[in-house]
């Protein structure tokens, strides 16, 4: 059973920046990404950055060129560094691992740290 612990979030200026930080306790067979979504306005949940097995990121439309993700793959952990946060950004973020298995996905969610930006 994979875990994944989740740190940083809480309330900030419009402006500010903010850390979110992920680690996964236990062990998978084949990574895929790691990363970050957040809980849109409906139950959905919309793609903020992930780190793949080789080290590429991607990217949500509305973060690129504020949010930095970082990470150890072999370590399992991720860092998302947010720059320039908009009241927009407010969200609850959700640390998301992804793994391949044999003809199928796996996918493993944290419990959600919040995101309030807000002057």
């Known amino acids: 059973q994979l875990h994944l612990v989740e740190s940083g979030g809480g309330l900030v200026q419009p402006g500010g920046s903010l850390s979110l930080s992920c680690a996964a306790n236990?062990?998978?067979?084949?990574?895929?990404?790691m990363g970050w979504y957040l809980r849109g306005p409906g139950e959905q949940r919309d793609l903020v950055a992930t780190?793949?097995?080789?080290?590429?990121?991607r990217y949500g439309d509305s973060v690129t060129g504020r949010f930095t993700i970082s990470g150890d793959v072999a370590a399992m952990t991720v860092t998302l560094q947010m720059n320039s946060l908009k009241p927009e950004d407010t969200a609850v973020y959700y640390c998301?691992?992804?793994?391949?298995?044999?003809?199928?996905?796996?996918?493993?969610w944290g419990r959600g740290t919040p995101v309030t930006v807000s002057s």
């Open positions: 998301y691992l992804g793994e391949y298995g044999l003809n199928t996905h796996y996918d493993y």
């Open positions: 236990g062990s998978i067979f084949n990574f895929d990404e």
């Open positions: 780190i793949g097995r080789d080290g590429s990121a």
